[in-house]
């Protein structure tokens, strides 16, 4: 019987030396994941055009959000928390104070996705086990969702360009023509009163 007990305690300190063990394990994927940088420190961005870049800085939530969004990249996983729950307030304010003129359904549908992305990484930032293959994608996908809503912005203005040079040009054209009828019935007129 007493070797029974000391046999039952000896697993007890097996069992308990094997769980500190796996903890010792696991301790270093931690502090490898804290030191980790995440994101594309040299992801390209577009460029706001001139004409956009003007009228958004009327619109200072999305200067936050575009500022926010683009410090991602080179981020350790605590810096990710942080930032994706500024981020997240960002594109909440973002969401909220659309301009009218920004107000069409391509750039509130990049702005939606935007939204989830952010929620998507803030999502995956938060797990207990961070798996940086998946933490390093959901980065990746925050920058494209931010380099589409700076792509349909200038899209968006780059249109309003041309719509306002082809009114513009119609509006010419018209007194153009307006002009050449004008003459052509003062050229009558002088024509009926030599007859």
């Not at 305690?9 to 500190?20: A, D, P």
């Not at 940088?37 to 619109?59: D, M, Q, V």
């Not at 936050?64 to 304010?93: M, P, Y």
């Amino acid at each position: 019987m007493k070797f029974f007990n000391h046999y039952i305690v000896f697993i007890f300190f097996l069992l308990i030396s094997c769980g500190n063990l796996s903890e010792e394990i696991n301790d270093p994927i931690e502090s490898q994941n804290s030191t980790s940088l995440f994101g594309n420190k040299k992801f390209e961005f577009p460029r706001l055009s001139e004409n956009a870049r003007e009228y958004i800085t009327h619109w200072g939530a999305y200067e936050d959000f575009e500022s926010e969004a683009k410090s991602l990249n080179g981020s350790t996983v605590e810096g990710l928390r942080d930032k994706t729950e500024r981020l997240i307030s960002r594109i909440d304010s973002l969401t909220k104070m659309v301009p009218d003129t920004l107000k069409t359904q391509p750039i509130i549908s990049r702005v939606m996705v935007a939204k989830t992305r952010a929620s998507l990484l803030r999502q995956e930032v938060h797990e207990a086990k961070i798996d940086s293959t998946r933490l390093e994608e959901q980065v990746h996908e925050m920058n494209m969702a931010t380099k589409n809503l700076i792509i349909q912005i200038n899209e968006k203005f780059l249109k309003d360009d041309i719509d306002f040079q082809r009114k513009d040009d119609e509006k010419k054209e018209l007194e153009k023509q307006k002009r050449f009828l004008d003459s052509v019935y003062q050229s009558e007129l002088s024509d009926q009163k030599s007859n």
